[in-house]
C-alpha cells in the first residue's frame, strides 16, 4: 500500500463529509470506527432489495418488506404520552396506508411535506387486521435517481446513533461521501493473479464498492465471496507460515527407538484390543517424536476414548529412548486417578512413577524432588506444582497436560522451560470436542490428532427429557437404581460461582430430596461453588469410595473424574446450560459396564434454541456431532477460555456456514507455503506484504502450548 493510500485511509473519521466531532464520537463509543479504514471495513450485514414496487392493494400478511410509490397526506399527532404517535396516510392508484412513528415525531413532522410523492420502504405490521409500516424509510421521488442501486445496505446501529441521524438511510450517505475520496488506487491488490484467476476473483477495490452498493444480486454475491476469501486466506496462510516455521526452527528430541517396554506393554499388558482412532493416533505420535523436530500435538477425543492409554504409550516411547515424561492435569483427584491407572497398567515393568501436588510436603517431597533430578523418577504425575520452579527434571523429553485450557497460558509456558537442550515434546489432550471447522481456525497453527471411536462393547448413555409432571416417576427410577447398587449424579445450573441463587436453588433441592431420601436410609454429597476446596475435595472421595449413594452439584462436576458405579446423570434445569457443558456432563456417567442413564429435567416452556439442545442430546452421544450443533447456535465465542485474537478479523465470513472455503482457503495456503516458505518469490510478493502489515498479531496456539 502507498504512503498516500495509508495516509488517506488512516484519517480520523471526523474529517468525512456529513460526520464532525459529535457523530465522530458516537461512531467510536457505539462501532469502534475511528478511521476511514474502519468505516470501508463495517460492512452492511443484509441489503435491501429495492428492485421491486409494490401496490396498496397488493399488500397483504404474506409479505415482510415492500416498497411503495404514493403521495403522503393527512400527517397529525395521535394519542398522548407513552401512546403518543405520528400518523401520515400514503396514497397510491389502488389504496390508502398507514404510516407511523413512535420515536423522532417531531423531526418527521416538520419534514414530511404533505401531498409530495414519496418511495417508501418498510416491514409491514398488522394490528386489528389493517396493514401499516411503522418506521418506514422514505425519500422524496423527485431525488431518487433511476440508476441508483436497488440494494440498499443495511448497518449495525443502535438507538444513539439512530438519534443524531446515523441510521440505515444516515449511514448510507457517509458511505457515498467515503467512495468520493477512495478511489481504486487506495485499495490496491493484495492477491497475486494466479489465486484471482484460480478462484474467479473480481478485484478487492470492486468487492468493497460492490459490498456496499451493489448493482445486482451477481455483484453482491461476487463482493462476498471476495471479501469472505482475503479473510479467511489470509488468516489460514499465517497460521501455516507460523506452523510451518515452528517445523523448521524448533528442534526437538529424536526419539528414534520405541523401547523394549513399548513392545513388551504393547504384546503383553494392554487389557484390550487398542481401537482403529486409537492406532492411528499413536503412529502419528510416533512420527512426529522421530522426526527430529519439535512435537506441539493437539489429542481431541470424546469421554472413554481411550486419550489415556495413548499417553502411556507415548510416555513409554520417552523412556524408550532415556528420557522422562510428566502428565499434568487440572486437579489433584484427576491427577490421582491418572497416577493410579498408570500404576495399574505400568505394574512389573519396572518403571519408577511418582506423584506431586500442593499436598505433597515435608521429607516426602524433598526425596521426590531429588529423585527427579536424578533421573530415578521416570513418569511424574500431577497438578499444577509440577510447573513450580523447584522440580527440576533429568531430561524432561514429553510433557503431557490434560484438559489443557484449564491452564493458564503462562502455566503451560512454564512447561517449555522444564526441557534442558531444547522444550520437551508438549501433547495437550482435551475430552470437549472440537468442531471440525473451528479446529481449522483456531488451532489452525498446531497437528490435531483425534480418536473418533469408542472401544468395543462400551454401551451408550441412554438420554432422555423428563418435565416437572413426571417427577415421581423420576425418583421412582433413582430409588430403583440405587436399590439395585448404583450411584446416582444430581447436578443444577451454575450461573455464578457466588451467585446466593444457585445455593438457594441447590438447598431447595437438598430438603426435597431429603423428603423422598430419608438420611436413615440414604447417604448424600454436596459439592457447591463456596465450599472450601479440601472440603469440595472430601465429598468427591466419600461419592469416589462409594460411601455416598447421591451427589448433589452445582459446580460441573469435575472433567475426567472416573466413577464407575456412578450409572445416572440428573440434570436440573437442562435449559440452562449450553450443549458442550450438558455432553461434558453426561460423560460423567457411562464409564462402567452397566447401561447408563441421563435425565435431562427442565420447565414445561422451552425456547426454539432449548427445545433443539434437548432433541439434539437425546438423538447423539458423538461428542463431534454436539460440538457441530453447538457451534451453529451459539457461534464461536471463546474456545477454550482463549478468546482467539483471529475471531475479530472475521467481519463477513461465517465460520459455520463458510466450512467449505475454509478448507479450500487452508488447501491453497499449505501448497504456498510448502513451495514458498517465507513469500519471497516475486508471484507472493504481494501476499508477504499484505500478511506483514496486517496478520502479525495472530500468534497461534504453537506459542502457548
Known sequence: MSSNARIILDTPIEYLKGVGPVKADLLKKELKIFTYKDLLHDFPFRHLDKTQFHKIREVNRSYEYVQIKGIINKVQILGNARKKRLSAVLKDDTGLMELVWFKGITWFEKNIVPGMEYIVYGKINVFNGRISIPHPELELASKVKEQQSHFAPVYHSTEKLSAKGLDAKGRRTLIKNLFEVIKEDLVPENLPDYLLDKMDLIT???????????????????????????????????????????????????????????????????????TGAQKKVIKEIRADLGSGAHMNRLLQGDVGSGKTMVAVMSMLIALGNGYQACLLAPTEILAQQHYKSFLENLEGLGIEIAFLSGSVKGKKRKVLLE????????????????????????????????????????????????????????????????????????????????????????????????????????????????????????????????????????????ESLLRDFPKEQYQISIVHGRMKAADKELEMQRFVKKETQIMIATTVIEVGVNVPNASLMIIENTERFGLSQLHQLRGRVGRGADQSYCILMTGNKLSKEGIERIQTMCRTNDGFLIAEADLKLRGPGNVDNTQQSGFDLFKISDIVKDHALIKTCRQLAIRIIEKDNTLEHPLNIKLKNFLEANYQLIKGWSNIS
Open 204 to 274: 478487492r477495490f470492486e468487492a468493497f464498492k460492490n459490498i456496499h452498493f451493489p448493482s445486482n444480486k451477481d455483484a453482491l454475491e461476487a463482493a462476498t465471496l471476495r471479501l469472505k476469501f482475503d479473510e479467511l486466506f489470509f488468516f489460514q496462510l499465517r497460521l501455516i507460515q507460523l506452523k510451518s516455521k515452528r517445523k523448521k526452527n524448533l528442534k526437538g528430541y529424536h526419539f528414534q527407538e520405541l523401547g523394549e517396554n513399548f513392545h513388551l506393554f504393547y504384546k503383553e499388558k494392554i487389557p484390550f484390543e487398542l
Open 371 to 510: 529423585d527427579l533430578a536424578t533421573g530415578k523418577i521416570n513418569i511424574l504425575l500431577g497438578t499444577h506444582a509440577i510447573l513450580e520452579d523447584p522440580v527440576k527434571f533429568k531430561n524432561l523429553g514429553l510433557a503431557i497436560t490434560d484438559e489443557q485450557h484449564r491452564f493458564g497460558v503462562a502455566q503451560r509456558a512454564k512447561l517449555w522451560h522444564k526441557g534442558l537442550s531444547c522444550p520437551p515434546h508438549i501433547l495437550v489432550m482435551t475430552a470437549t470436542p472440537i468442531p471440525r471447522t473451528l479446529a481449522m481456525t483456531s488451532y489452525g497453527d498446531l497437528d490435531v490428532s483425534v480418536i473418533d471411536e469408542l472401544p468395543p462393547g462400551r454401551k451408550l448413555v441412554e438420554t432422555m427429557h423428563k418435565t416437572e409432571a413426571n417427577r415421581l416417576w423420576v425418583i421412582g427410577f433413582i430409588k430403583k437404581r440405587i436399590a439395585e447398587g448404583r450411584q446416582v449424579y444430581i447436578v443444577y445450573p451454575l450461573i455464578e460461582e457466588s451467585s446466593k441463587l444457585d445455593l438457594q436453588n441447590l438447598m431447595q433441592g437438598y
